[in-house]
């Protein structure tokens, strides 16, 4: 371990590049002509647009950035896209600079928030930007994978900082970014500092590109023979990875030493029944799975087992290839589309890139390693047309294989321009929604003219920004309807021509938009009725986020059962199929919900409609006495425990952190209990995350990677008790039902 830099205020630049490049030595790195270039251009307060490749040390330039803000004494802005590189970065800064003087906020935590060092998702410094502008006290932001400014939901964090804070320096970083001339020149144009783009960089390691026109279980066996593994299977969906690792098990990957070395790894880690046992038989032949159905622990696991070398192959979506540092040697991509959440379309060139960038690791390699399979009917075709050889009638005789229907066509010429074309220009995202209205409203000074300005000065085209006006007037003109706003008859002190009429909280981002509705609709609850318990479990499940996939298999299931029954009724086909239609997932205080809920709307019109979901997962696992081996068992959910455990995390957060102590009762209280052991004893991970993220000593401990056992349950007296009890309740059910398997 190397000590932590410390920057005192005030070092000159001269200074702090001398002290940097020593501590930097310090760690056994030198850096690169582009990382010196790029922080020459940050010390002399330019604003810097690094697109340099994958593993071309982006972060280490963003820590010198960092380190010339502290000595300026000003507060720099970490900005990541996801909440987890978030948490990974925060830990990374604190070792870095130490725990005093990095903080973070998401929608979740906020630790130490007056730190000079802030990481922060994107929408949480957007939303800051528009509260506050250029008296936001913001000196510099880092945002990492700018291209993100180009993703149609959640583009316009990327945007707003740029538009909204002149006084703060720039650093802008992706190995992805493309054309970004009409950026630079906004962004020089606004705030009167220089724009330096640092491009012309040379891979660390330097990558290879294949088509494959062999089976993809010889193209494996290829790059095992090539002795370039590890390598990174890349599916279209989780179920086809976990199908293949099946496969691919079957291959001869480890000598006898090998398989001991992970024996000896594995041993003392706790594989729960079903997918668990399925994995650890693929680990210990040398094959992982990683995609964001598992269970974070086993995600965890097979990271740190690529990360020793110990796998030869993983199969997963491109999950892997998000953040993490695994050393992959081959990344093997099956397909070259992709469901982007409406359709099946071929994969756009940054896209490609940032997976294909994961090959080839700094320390690690000399040479990465891409291979494309060509789709399997091209691949069969291939082949018929070797076994036919040169003779020319044989050729012509050969059935050549269509795609199958459906299929979204990629070919060779796909691969090629993939592989040689230049990302796609950023595209500019900017929204404006009721949110955005009431953060600028919120900052001093007109906000009908700081709206204007946003909605007419932006990077959208002339179009675009007349489009986004209208919008802006539409919804002032509703929030002054709903007495949201209200216009002053003369501007105040701070010249605000408009108010709010309510109070929101200094950190309102609409992260959990619904969280002050559960409080409000916990009020019409009954506390005399015998659910009163459950009706507060129902409500606060209403307001968390949709986990669709376990929904519509609680729907599945209970279609099911009612066909069944349907069908023993002796009711016709035409009408058994019209009840269908009315059948869904459970939906606990649906219609009493749904009316609260509308009158609520009326005086907070920023919520859309969807928002709220009724549904039933904590409380049917409780009122069934499930476990949560039991919840995936019954809904077929193996493939998705990880979302199921995400969900229910979810929900425990929510129970011990949003209702108020009025609304408590023994009952609740034990299911509470009984919910965060039921998380713990699954899958600790999420909940250790959480509870270290909100400790003001968090970053004193540092991540230690280690997946920890789970606390013994017996020591935990209550939630004990109430897991016996709903055993032996589910028992009865079962017997009630006369379930055997359950018996069993």
Request: one cysteine or more; glycine letters at 6%; hydrophobic letters at 40%.
């Amino acid at each position: 371990m190397t000590d932590p830099l410390s920057v005192p205020v005030g070092t000159d630049p001269d200074e702090l590049f001398e002290r940097f490049q020593a501590w930097t030595a310090e760690r056994g790195l030198t850096l690169y002509p582009h990382q010196e270039e790029a922080l020459l251009a940050l010390l002399g307060d330019d604003h810097v647009v690094l697109a340099t490749p994958t593993g071309s040390g982006k972060s280490l330039v963003a820590t010198g950035a960092i380190a010339h803000a502290m000595a300026k004494d000003q507060v720099a802005f970490y900005t990541a896209p996801i909440k987890a590189l978030v948490s990974e970065k925060f830990f990374d800064l604190c070792a870095i600079f130490g725990a005093d003087n990095v903080g973070m906020l998401t929608g979740d935590a906020s630790v130490n928030a007056d730190a000079p060092v802030i990481v922060c998702t994107a929408e949480v410094l957007a939303n800051l930007a528009l509260r506050e502008g250029r008296e936001a006290d913001v000196g510099l932001v880092v945002m990492d994978e700018f291209h993100y400014y180009a993703e149609p939901e959640r583009g316009w964090a990327w945007q707003v900082p740029l538009l909204e804070l002149p006084q703060a320096q720039m650093l802008l970083m992706s190995a992805t970014l493309g054309d970004t001339r009409a950026i630079e020149e906004d962004l020089a144009e606004r705030t009167g500092r220089d724009v330096v783009v640092v491009k012309d960089a040379e891979r660390p390691v330097p990558l290879t590109f294949r088509w494959a026109l062999t089976p993809l279980q010889e193209t494996i066996e290829e790059i095992l023979e090539w002795r370039r593994a590890p390598v990174y299977v890349v599916h279209q969906t989780q179920a086809n990875a976990a199908e293949h690792a099946r496969l691919v098990q079957t291959l001869k990957l480890l000598d006898k030493d090998e398989k001991q070395a992970i024996a000896d790894r594995l041993a003392g880690f706790r594989f729960s029944a079903g997918f668990g046992r399925t994995l650890g038989g693929m680990l210990r032949r040398g094959v992982g799975v990683h995609h964001a159905g598992m269970l974070p622990r086993y995600r965890r696991l097979v990271e740190q087992l690529a990360q020793e070398g110990l796998l030869k192959v993983i199969c997963g979506t491109d999950t892997l290839g998000v953040g993490i540092n695994v050393p992959i040697r081959t990344v093997l991509f099956t397909s070259l589309t992709k469901f982007d959440g409406s359709r099946h379309r071929v994969l756009r060139v940054r896209e490609f890139l940032q997976i294909a960038g994961r090959a080839g690791r700094a320390g690690y390699d000399t040479e990465g390693y891409v291979v494309v399979q060509a789709p399997e009917h091209v691949i069969d075709n291939h082949r018929a047309l070797l076994k036919a050889g040169d003779d020319e009638k044989k050729r012509k005789k050969v059935q050549r294989k269509k795609p199958p229907e459906g299929f979204v066509v990629w070919t060779e010429d796909t691969f090629t321009k993939l592989t040689t074309n230049a990302p796609e220009t950023l595209r500019s995202r900017m929204k404006v929604d009721n949110s955005t209205i009431l953060n600028v409203v919120a900052r001093p000074g007109d906000p009908v003219t700081a709206l204007s300005r946003l909605t007419r000065d932006n990077h959208e085209d002339a179009k675009g920004r007349a489009r986004l006006a209208r919008r802006a007037i539409r919804l002032g003109r509703s929030l002054l309807d709903s007495g949201v706003l209200e216009r002053l008859p003369e501007p105040d002190a701070t010249g605000r021509t408009v108010a709010l009429t309510l109070d929101l909280p200094p950190d309102f981002a609409l992260n959990q938009p619904l969280a002050p509705f559960a409080l409000a609709a916990l009020d019409l609850l009954d506390p005399d009725s015998p659910t009163h318990a459950l009706d507060v479990v129902s409500t606060v499940e209403a307001v968390l986020e949709a986990p669709m996939a376990v929904l519509v298999a609680q729907q599945h299931a209970a279609r099911g059962e009612a066909i069944a029954e349907m069908k023993a009724d002796g009711i016709e086909y035409e009408e058994r199929m019209r009840l269908l239609e009315e059948i869904t997932w459970p939906r606990p205080l649906a219609e009493e919900l749904a009316a609260a809920f509308e009158t609520y709307r009326q005086s907070h019109p920023w919520l859309p409609e969807e928002t709220l979901v009724p549904k039933s997962v904590v409380r049917l696992m409780w009122e069934e006495g499930m476990s949560f081996a039991d919840f995936v068992r019954r809904f077929t959910l193996a493939p998705r425990e990880g979302l199921v455990l995400r969900y229910l995390t979810d929900a425990y957060r929510t129970l011990t952190r949003t209702v108020p102590e009025a609304h408590s009762s023994p009952e609740l209280r034990e299911i509470v209990e009984w919910l965060g052991e039921t998380v713990r004893q699954t899958d600790s991970s999420l909940l250790d995350e959480w509870e270290a993220l909100t400790d003001s000593s968090a970053g004193t401990r540092g991540a230690t990677g280690e997946v920890r056992p789970p606390r013994p349950l017996s020591q935990q007296e209550r939630a004990f008790t109430v897991m016996i009890r709903n055993a032996m309740f589910a028992r009865v059910l079962a017997c009630a039902r006369d379930d055997l398997d359950r018996l069993v």
